[in-house]
Structures are given as structure tokens and as C-alpha cells.
């Protein structure tokens, strides 16, 4: 069934950054790769949200599927001008390779898979951290994993998520690359896109490779990319689709591992720059539908770590509410602390 749910939901993906770009956001792009990227975003929310009030039922995600390969067949032919769609079948030819070879990540069985199963049979409950250890620190990846249990399929469609990230940043990397115009102009950038293609196509090519941490380690590459990129464009007036891009990317990372929010530093040349370019009483470059969106997608992350462990950020016990009734010891949370700090050290 891989075989072949894997590029429909791929298409399905696709026509949610499509309506999303179209309709909701306002972003022009004709480049796939963000547009996957802007589809995931898209079913993020729309998984968060749901699986408050709802489980994930086969039934519940073939309508979901439906709907995104309606929106796909609708709007595909806007978006076939530079022939995109000839990069992206043969990406997803070479992808059967990464899902097939090997194995799942280590830690799939442990808690990536039960956590999916999770929220296919009951809305999000409460205090999943007393349960399992890494029920603590959840993902946005098992939140749309979620949605791919398909007639047919049950639960072998579970692992494909990285397999998207993976997907969907390798075609960004390959626009970057051959670009003309900034292979003339940012010949460095070029150089970067280049090498970045070749490190993660090396040390991430197979599926066992990716857990939670992989795709938010592609995305970062992806965001110092577009960052540097929008940083060296020599614009009178500043390209506000990128802008956009790149603040659904850098939430998509944080939704990943909410730790990630310590990226946030590299948003600080983006601030600078954008002081010096325009005044900053400008407010609709920075309140935007691309922001507000992000900004729910970023609530509803904290939300569900709340709902897991009593932690708006777990270990952080500044960010704990200990009197809530599911909530993890004082103990609990000050023991991991040390123990996550150990771990990050290659402890």
C-alpha cells in the first residue's frame, strides 16, 4: 500500500498548499517545494485542531485525503509553468528508495508509532507524558502521521512523514541549485544550496535515519538557505511571499521539537534587515494571515505539551504547572532536565 498512497498523498499534501497559498495566505509562488511545505503547515493545523474534539479514523482521514486531491487537481495547472511537476515525479521515484532500504527510526516502536495510534482511536488525551517516557516531548510529525491511516493501509502508512520533509526540501535545494539568476548573482548561495544537497542526501538517505530531529535539522538548512537568500536580494521592495515562507518554515521546526525555539536567533538578521529596509510602524509587513496562522500553529504546539506533562516546554520548570491534576512531579521535571542536559552533551 506504500506504493501507492505514497505519491496520492503526496498530490493531497500539494493541494493543500495550494488552496492555502491561493485563498488564505497570499503567496505566489510556482515552486512545489514550498508549496509541500505550505500543505503540511496546512495539515498541521488542521490535525491540532481536530484531534481535540475527534479521533483519526480511517473515515475521518480519507475525507481529509479526499478533500487535498480535489483542491490538487483544481489548481495544478496554475502551477505547472516551469515544469516543476517532471523534478518532482522523478524525486518521487528516487524516495522509494529512501522509504524502502533499511528499517523505521530506533525509536518508532518506542513511542513515534504508539503515539500515532494514540490519536487514530481517541481524541488527545490527557497527561500522555505519565505513560510514556517520550509521550513528554511530542512532535508535530506524529500529529500528521495521524492522518495517513487510509482505507487499505491501516497503520503501514505511519513512518512516511520525514519521507515528505525530505521530499519537499530536496526540490527546494535543486531549484536554489539551478537558478541562473543566482548562480550569476549569489554564486556563494549556489555553492551552499550544493553542498547542503549533498550532506543531507548523504548522512539522511535512509528512512532508519529520521526521527523527529532529522526533518527540523533539514528545514534549518532549508530556512539558512532562504534566509541568506533574502538577505543578499538587492529589492527596493521587500518580497513579501518570502517573508512568508519564511516564517511558516521556521514554525513548521518549531512544531517539530518545541526546544527549536532556540532557532529563533537566526531570525534576528531578518528583524535588522527589515528595520533598516522599511519603517517598522509598517505593520502589514509584519501582521499578516501567513503569521496568524503560524502564530496558532505555535499555540496550539505549547498547548498539547501542556496537555501531555503540565509543561508549556518540557523540562523547563519555569514554563510548569505543577497543581494541574495530570501534571509531572517537581521531581520528575528537574531529574529529566538533568538528564536531557546529559544527553545533549553525549552524555
Not at 102 to 129: M, R
Amino acid at each position: 500500500m506504500i506504493l501507492f498512497y505514497y505519491p496520492l498523498v503526496l498530490l493531497s499534501i500539494l493541494g493543500y498548499g495550494f488552496i492555502t497559498s491561493k485563498k488564505i495566505i497570499g503567496i505566489k509562488t510556482l515552486n512545489l517545494g514550498f508549496q509541500g511545505l505550505i500543505g503540511i503547515f496546512s495539515l498541521l493545523i488542521i490535525s491540532y485542531f481536530s484531534t481535540q474534539v475527534l479521533a483519526h479514523t480511517i473515515q475521518f482521514n480519507f475525507f481529509v485525503f479526499i478533500i487535498g486531491l480535489i483542491f490538487f487537481f483544481i489548481y495544478a495547472k496554475d502551477f505547472n509553468k516551469d515544469k516543476n511537476f517532471k523534478l518532482l515525479f522523478y524525486l518521487i521515484l528516487l524516495t522509494y528508495i529512501f522509504i524502502l532500504v533499511g528499517k523505521n527510526h530506533d525509536d518508532f516502536h518506542y513511542y513515534h508509532f504508539p503515539y500515532t495510534i494514540i490519536l487514530t482511536e481517541l481524541p488527545h488525551p490527557l497527561g500522555l507524558g505519565n505513560l510514556n517516557h517520550g509521550f513528554k516531548t511530542h512532535s508535530s510529525i506524529f500529529l500528521l502521521s495521524s492522518l495517513f491511516s487510509l482505507p487499505g493501509a491501516k497503520y503501514s502508512l505511519f513512518n512516511l512523514g520525514p519521507a515528505y520533509f525530505f521530499v519537499f526540501s530536496n526540490f527546494i535545494i535543486l531549484k536554489l541549485i539551478f537558478d541562473k539568476n543566482i548562480q550569476k548573482k549569489y554564486y556563494f548561495i549556489t555553492i551552499l544550496a550544493l553542498s547542503s544537497f549533498v550532506f543531507i542526501n548523504i548522512f539522511f538517505y535512509r528512512l532508519s535515519e529520521h526521527g523527529t530531529d532529522r526533518s527540523a535539522i533539514i528545514l534549518i538548512i532549508l530556512l539558512i538557505l532562504n534566509l541568506l537568500l533574502f538577505l543578499n536580494l538587492n529589492q527596493k521592495k521587500i518580497d513579501l511571499d518570502n517573508l512568508k515562507f519564511l516564517t511558516i518554515l521556521f514554525t513548521i521546526i518549531v512544531s517539530l521539537k518545541a526546544f527549536y525555539l532556540i532557532y529563533s536567533i537566526l531570525l534576528l538578521p531578518l528583524v535588522i534587515s527589515l528595520i533598516k529596509k522599511r519603517n517598522f510602524n509598517d505593520l502589514k509587513l509584519f501582521l499578516n494571515k501567513a503569521t496568524f496562522y503560524s502564530l496558532i500553529l505555535i499555540i496550539f504546539v505549547f498547548l498539547t505539551n501542556l496537555f501531555n506533562t503540565g509543561c508549556l516546554i518540557f523540562p523547563e520548570k519555569k514554563t510548569c504547572f505543577f497543581e494541574l491534576s495530570w501534571s509531572l512531579s517537581l521531581e520528575t521535571v528537574e531529574y529529566l532536565s538533568i538528564h536531557y542536559e546529559n544527553w545533549a552533551k553525549a552524555g
